[in-house]
């Protein structure tokens, strides 16, 4: 089945302590890409990946990074999480065809930094 | 770069009645659009899209959208909404050309009362 996973589903941390959430295709996608979700405030774009070891920051990079090693897998990084942080994360993907960006989201992960 | 004005943040209707949800879009070119809807604790899945042709577009679930250049909008209709449709509804549009991938709307909240 074709689909974009993300781990873990949910997440409650402490400020400061470094995490990684994971997301993974099996799409043989080219593009993938990270968003946060904020009520009143849609999808912004944390960072994107046109193929491997190509990654551009998006509207909210700030305090996040990430890293695109191998094709399938695109995982997110806060080195030293915020409350401003929390948030539901969703990971997408998609075929980058003549600038047809119609992606496929992964389930979102829901983090909490206290 | 583009950007996507959705209206209406909540949207109330009663069971069976018909119902519109407005999307605007700049941009300097021609553009791809999209609806994608996100069912209360779920991720995002594609309603439906515009690439080109007919102006009309139909999509999952009984929804269609109609592009309008000379307006630039993209507003999503369906006839008779019943109480499954309760979802969180997001506009979104690529460039033709382009490398900032999707942007999305804010998001409208259609509600279904009994």
């Known amino acids: 089945e074709a689909q974009v996973t993300q781990n873990p589903r949910y997440l409650i941390t402490v400020t400061g302590k470094k995490l990684t959430v994971t997301c993974s295709q099996n799409?043989?996608?080219?593009?993938m890409s990270w968003y946060r979700q904020d009520p009143g405030l849609g999808l912004r774009q944390i960072y994107y990946?046109?193929?491997?070891?190509?990654?551009d920051k998006g509207d909210v990079p700030e305090g996040y990074k990430v890293s695109r090693k191998e094709k399938r897998n695109f995982p997110l990084i806060l080195e030293s999480p915020s409350p401003n942080q929390t948030s539901l994360y969703f990971c997408?993907?998609?075929?980058?065809?003549?600038?047809?960006?119609?992606?496929?989201f992964g389930p979102g992960t829901r983090l909490t930094v206290t | 770069a583009q950007s996507v004005t959705q209206l209406d943040s909540q949207v109330p209707v009663f069971e069976e009645a018909p119902v519109e949800l407005r999307c605007n879009y700049s941009s300097s070119v021609s553009v791809y659009l999209f609806w994608y809807v996100q069912y209360p604790n779920q991720g995002l899945q594609l309603l439906l899209k515009?690439?080109?042709?007919?102006?009309l577009v139909k999509g999952i679930n009984g929804f269609e959208a109609e592009f309008n250049k000379s307006q630039t909008s993209f507003h999503l209709r369906k006839p008779s909404v019943h109480i499954s449709d309760t979802a969180e509804y997001f506009c979104?549009?690529?460039?033709?050309?382009?490398?900032?991938?999707?942007?999305f709307g804010k998001g409208t909240h259609l509600i279904i009362q009994p």
């Open positions: 799409m043989n996608h080219e593009y």
């Open positions: 990946s046109m193929n491997v070891e190509v990654t």
């Open positions: 515009y690439l080109s042709g007919s102006t």
């Open positions: 979104a549009v690529s460039e033709w050309g382009g490398a900032d991938g999707l942007t």
């Open positions: 997408a993907s998609s075929l980058l065809d003549s600038s047809l960006y119609e992606q496929y």
